[in-house]
């Protein structure tokens, strides 16, 4: 009887160890796993050679963004905002991060109305941004400028008209002055981004061909980065 016991415990004893093992490898694995997909999603990141530009990493989950194959010959800018749900705080970056996660888009940088640029998506990574449209002088990027573009996306508010789809007239003109339109520092920090831009990619010419407004590839369906924007200030 005690020899059988003995036995008994013996099993039970080199079940435990399997068992210990077993979750050991899962949870080692596990753990690799989760921190290649935070690689991967952060790619290789390329720094803009200005020192003088902070940029601060908030990268999107790896499925919000895919391997670029193609070179870069564009950038893309855009406007958005929280106003839909948060008319009186439409800015938050945090909220502007969680609308691109869930929504399945991204854009590559995200300038704030204070002029500071977060990077959403590493430049090696393809973001998606641009959607379905075309350009006349590039007939072959239908539909898949994605491929070979930057977005950048400036937290703004464009005119009644152009937000009327988004919020009432009334919701508008609630709205603060300073609310509406685009600031100097972002403007300061746009023109700085894309100087560094076109200095580490050749493959991006300065013009407006090749530096272009959503409204510009999309006009039956999108309005920004909209009339309020000033694209002399680029120097283009």
């Known amino acids: 009887m005690r020899f059988l016991s003995f036995q008994r415990f013996l099993q039970v004893f080199l079940a435990l160890i399997v068992i210990i093992t077993i979750y050991f490898v899962i949870h080692t694995f596990m753990a690799q796993e989760m921190n290649s997909t935070i690689e991967q999603a952060k790619g290789t ?6 020192e003088a530009i902070e940029i601060k990493d908030m990268y999107l989950p790896y499925h919000n963004s895919e391997e670029r194959v193609n070179p870069i010959t ?10 839909t749900e948060k008319p009186q705080s ?7 991060y969680t609308i691109l996660a869930e929504y399945g888009l991204s854009a590559h940088f995200v300038i ?25 002088k590039f007939p072959s990027y239908e539909n898949n400028l994605n491929d070979y573009s ?19 007239e009334e919701v508008y003109d609630s709205l ?5 339109g685009y600031t100097d520092d972002q403007y300061k920090s746009l023109r700085k981004l894309l100087n560094s831009i076109h200095d580490f990619y050749p493959t991006i010419p300065r013009n407006r061909d090749h ?13 920004d980065p909209g009339a309020l924007f000033d694209w002399s200030r680029l120097g283009y």
Do not use: C, W
């Open 45 to 50: 990141p390329i720094k803009i050679r200005d």
């Open 74 to 83: 564009h950038v893309m800018i855009h406007f958005s905002s929280n106003v």
């Open 90 to 96: 439409p800015y938050e970056i945090e909220d502007i």
């Open 112 to 136: 704030d109305r204070d002029g500071t640029i977060y990077r959403f998506v590493s430049e090696n990574r393809v973001a998606y941004h641009a959607g379905k449209g075309s350009l006349a």
């Open 150 to 168: 930057i977005g950048i996306e400036l937290l703004a508010i464009g005119t009644k008209k152009e937000m009327q789809s988004f919020i009432s």
């Open 176 to 180: 603060p002055e300073s609310y509406i």
């Open 211 to 223: 530096v272009i407004g959503h409204d510009e590839y999309a006009p039956d369906r999108k309005n």
